[in-house]
């Protein structure tokens, strides 16, 4: 992965962040990493428990950001949320998926897009 791209990528995370804290959300947690993978964000919105996955472009040409989240990824965001919720013993926890799709155009503002309930466990 190239240094520009992880810059992006850190970039989006901060911005999202943000984004989430002036919309309600209490961030428990950045980069949450476990044997599966990691999770951007951990946050409290409400009653709820919200796993966050973060995605910025800087251009639409290949898709949106939102667009990138496939099945397979779907499938370790959840491995590593079961870990989040068995170390920290939230078993009785209500829980979803959000994504953070962030567009950083040059000339402008990001676009942030809050999808709640991206997917769902199955």
Same mark, same amino acid.
């Given at each position: 992965?190239?240094? *520009?791209?992880?810059?992006?990528? +850190?970039? #989006? !995370?901060? %911005?999202?962040?943000?984004?989430?804290?002036?919309? /309600?959300?209490?961030?428990?947690?950045?980069?949450?990493?476990?044997?599966?993978? *990691?999770?951007?964000?951990?946050? +409290?919105? #409400? !009653?709820? %428990?919200?796993?966050?996955?973060?995605?910025?472009? /800087?251009?639409?040409?290949?898709?949106?950001?939102?667009?990138?989240?496939?099945?397979?990824?779907?499938?370790?965001?959840?491995?590593?949320?079961?870990?989040?919720?068995?170390?920290?013993?939230?078993?009785?926890?209500?829980?979803?998926?959000?994504?953070?799709?962030?567009?950083?155009?040059?000339?402008?503002?990001?676009?942030?897009?809050?999808?709640?309930?991206?997917?769902?466990?199955?």
């Amino acid at each position: 992965m190239g240094k *520009e791209r992880i810059n992006l990528g +850190r970039s #989006g !995370e901060k %911005i999202a962040t943000g984004f989430l804290k002036r919309n /309600g959300y209490v961030i428990l947690e950045r980069n949450f990493s476990c044997l599966f993978g *990691e999770i951007d964000i951990i946050a +409290r919105d #409400g !009653e709820s %428990i919200v796993f966050v996955e973060v995605r910025t472009k /800087g251009s639409d040409e290949f898709g949106l950001p939102m667009e990138s989240v496939q099945e397979s990824k779907q499938r370790r965001l959840i491995k590593v949320a079961w870990s989040y919720i068995k170390s920290h013993k939230l078993y009785n926890a209500y829980f979803r998926f959000d994504l953070v799709s962030i567009l950083v155009r040059q000339e402008g503002k990001p676009q942030i897009c809050l999808i709640k309930d991206a997917f769902w466990v199955s």
